[in-house]
């Protein structure tokens, strides 16, 4: 038999013994979801325009007002991962030498960043901020860990022999501080097909909140009990800091503090999306990519007022694409990543990442649009 | 993307995924990999998937994204890197006299370089012409047959030393 056909047998029996793993149709399902609620948002930015400053600045920071920069933050502090390496202001990190390990997750922590690599590797690293060697946290995870930036307190999922875990980690202090048997099946194609996906909704103040069952539980370390539901969906729950809850309701955003006091902003009245949104550490502002109720723009809202700044993108210059990712780099700069593909073509499906640094005081932004294919670009979440 | 796109997408995702991951597991050998580039390329579309649904063959699409991920993934990753079958892990067991034959066959294919191999794959388990891996690859005609020709001498070559090897062993 000549060589081309026993190519050509050979590579059907191969093909026809290998067995294809179950489409993660779940996993899809969510992703449309989230994507869904980019498009909105871009087909209602492009509808806005690209007008609007920084208005009501002083209602955000109180009193005291500042001069506006000409420009925003710069974008070279910001932390990212091209998908296979770190950047960190500047230092390219690899979790090895030689291979090129995937990286799916980011968070903050105080005094540096957490990520994990693909689920099939399944680690939690480390990285300071005063660089140095990456230290090893867990095995085994199946989602991006979230991180308390205020604390150096991490939360991943684990799933081992069928068993799921929620463990939380105190990277200062180098201990594990609690770990809990949940019901959280997680496939790694899951995190895959979308990346950077978890469960865990945040950390802080001594409380991990994470869906579980279609409902958001609680889980407190420090005590006896395990977790808790807290009788909220994951759709309604948007995000919780410091004991502020951003919520979704009846289509309304609002705030509730723990004081019980619930703020509604005015712009956001018809408020709809529950993704790119994030509370800042303190839980006294909100980063959200949902421009149609905020101008057209990207905002920050007072949470305590619902006062709502515009970040102005349009002064970074032109910033092809949909927000992909919205995240809180310290209480005066939100980070912004920017997906596009409208260049690509049949045999060229490269996508191109613009990072985008925001100063929610002044308003204003900077960018920079990165070399090479950025789909896998991500930024830290919380 | 409105409901009726959402469906399409993930009709069109489980329709195709079977074969879309089949590809990748020929062009890599190895099972996990498979997943996640074949995800990757599903991903792609989905993040496309206004242009891409109005192609006429959006699985070919996927498979083009899929090929230039795995060359390009494997030009990324250590070069002295040899992936092999994982093919026990996951195959289903039956009786096929040909199978050992063809995996030895295959496990040779992967030590092939990513681009010799992608126009193996492309050639004889796609069924593609010579015109058609060179639109897939985005490669001249030119380069398409000379990559196919040194594919086929290598592999020639490495079947030969094996049966050669395999004489010495027998007598």
Same mark, same amino acid.
């Given at each position: ?15 026809? %013994? ?33 007008? +609007? ?22 974008? !070279? ?35 540096? !960043? ?12 480390? &990285? ?6 990456? !230290?090893?946290? +867990? ?12 604390? +150096? ?15 939380? %980690? ?13 019901? !959280? ?20 103040? +001594? ?11 609680? %889980?407190?370390?420090?005590? *006896? ?19 502020? &809850? ?12 723990? *004081? ?10 018809? %408020? ?68 596009? =593909? ?39 979440? =919380? | ?17 079977? $074969? ?39 699985? $070919? ?78 490669? $001249? ?29 027998? $007598?």
């Amino acid at each position: 038999m000549d060589l081309d056909q026993r190519l050509r047998d050979a590579a059907r029996d191969v093909a026809e %013994y290998v067995v294809a793993p179950a489409p993660a149709t779940e996993a899809v399902q969510r992703r449309v979801r989230r994507a869904r609620n980019v498009r909105l948002l871009a087909a209602a930015a492009a509808v806005a325009g690209c007008v +609007g400053v920084a208005v009501g600045i002083g209602q955000l920071v109180g009193p005291e007002q500042r001069t506006p920069q000409p420009a925003g933050p710069d974008v !070279v502090d910001l932390v990212w991962s091209d998908g296979t390496a770190l950047h960190v202001r500047g230092d390219v990190v690899h979790v090895e030498r030689e291979l090129d390990v995937p990286i799916f997750g980011l968070t903050r922590v105080r005094g540096g !960043v957490v990520f994990s690599t693909d689920p099939h590797r399944g680690q939690v690293y480390f &990285r300071p901020d005063t660089g140095g060697d990456l !230290v090893r946290l +867990g095995r085994h995870t199946q989602a991006a860990p979230v991180g308390d930036p205020d604390s +150096g307190i991490v939360a991943w999922f684990e799933a081992r022999q069928g068993q799921g875990s929620l463990v939380v %980690y105190d990277v200062s202090a180098g201990e594990e501080l609690g770990r809990a048997d949940v019901d !959280v099946a997680l496939r790694p194609e899951d995190n895959i097909i979308f990346f950077g996906y978890t469960p865990v909704l945040s950390v802080s103040e +001594g409380e991990v909140y994470f869906a579980q069952n279609k409902e958001v539980w609680v %889980y407190r370390w420090a005590s *006896d009990a395990g977790p808790e539901s807290t009788g909220a969906t994951p759709a309604r729950l948007v995000d919780v800091a410091n004991g502020v &809850r951003a919520e979704r309701s009846k289509g309304k955003l609002t705030f509730v503090r723990p *004081d019980g006091s619930v703020v509604t902003p005015a712009e956001a009245g018809s %408020y709809e999306g529950v993704m790119r949104s994030e509370l800042n550490a303190t839980g006294s502002l909100f980063a959200t990519a949902r421009g149609q109720v905020f101008s057209g723009h990207p905002a920050v809202v007072n949470t305590a007022t619902g006062a709502s700044v515009a970040l102005d993108v349009s002064s970074a210059g032109d910033v092809p694409g949909d927000v992909w990712q919205v995240s809180w780099v310290d209480d005066a700069t939100v980070a912004l990543l920017y997906l596009d =593909n409208r260049d690509a073509t049949d045999t060229d499906v490269s996508f191109t990442a613009t990072l985008v640094a925001c100063d929610v005081v002044t308003g204003a932004c900077s960018a920079q649009t990165l070399p090479g294919d950025g789909f896998l670009v991500t930024i830290p979440g =919380n | 993307m409105r409901e009726r796109d959402q469906q399409d997408f993930e009709d069109f995702f489980v329709a195709n995924w079977g $074969a879309i991951f089949r590809t990748a597991y020929l062009l890599t050998g190895d099972h996990h990999l498979s997943q996640d580039l074949s995800q990757i390329a599903f991903s792609k579309a989905y993040r496309a998937w206004d242009r891409v649904r109005g192609m006429d063959h959006p699985r $070919a699409y996927v498979r083009k994204t899929l090929v230039n991920e795995t060359v390009s993934w494997r030009r990324r990753r250590s070069s002295g890197e040899v992936p092999t079958l994982d093919l026990p892990a996951v195959h289903t067991p039956g009786p096929d006299a040909s199978l050992p034959g063809s995996l030895a066959l295959w496990a040779a294919v992967l030590h092939l370089p990513p681009r010799q191999r992608a126009v193996i794959v492309l050639r004889y388990y796609e069924d593609l012409s010579e015109s058609e891996i060179a639109d897939e690859l985005g490669i $001249a005609l030119g380069t398409v047959k000379s990559t196919a020709s040194a594919a086929r001498a290598a592999l020639a070559t490495r079947l030969n030393t094996d049966n050669e090897v395999s004489s010495r062993g027998g $007598a």
